[in-house]
């Protein structure tokens, strides 16, 4: 008996986190104007992480802990994710970057990369998903 309770409760105890994996190929970055890249690019969305293959410099990747999601409704798009996040490796001269990654929350076709410069200025990179 005891261990039939033992059981039931590790089953209902267990934490299930999902995971998705999108490729890439076109992106549009708006550091000063808008300009088309065409880049070969993985990208994994957990509930936890964030992770963008060749991101950083055209060949490193973007690793990103989640820090919150939210759901915001969007008068032209519908119903959006808002991924805040932080940077995991740690930049040497701003230390460790905020992200806000936009999708929407069904059928995403774009993922929106929000860099945090200060507390008015945003690099913004638009990934197409497929």
Do not use: H
């Not at 708006?30 to 991101?55: A, C, H, L, M, P």
């Amino acid at each position: 008996m005891k261990n039939l309770i033992l059981v039931a409760f590790l089953l209902s105890s267990v934490t299930v986190f999902s995971q998705t994996t999108y490729n890439s190929s076109v992106t549009t970055s708006y550091e000063s104007e808008g300009e088309v890249i065409e880049k070969q690019r993985t990208i994994t969305v957990s509930d936890t992480e964030i992770t963008i293959t060749n991101f950083v410099g055209g060949t490193k990747p973007l690793n990103l802990t989640i820090d919150e999601i939210k759901e915001k409704e969007d008068n032209w798009d519908g119903l959006m994710k808002w991924y805040y996040c932080t940077s995991k490796d740690k930049d040497v001269i701003n230390g460790y970057i905020k992200y806000i990654i936009v999708m929407k929350k069904s059928y995403p076709s774009d993922m929106e990369v929000n860099q945090k410069v200060d507390e008015v200025t945003f690099i913004k990179t638009v990934l197409s998903l497929r």
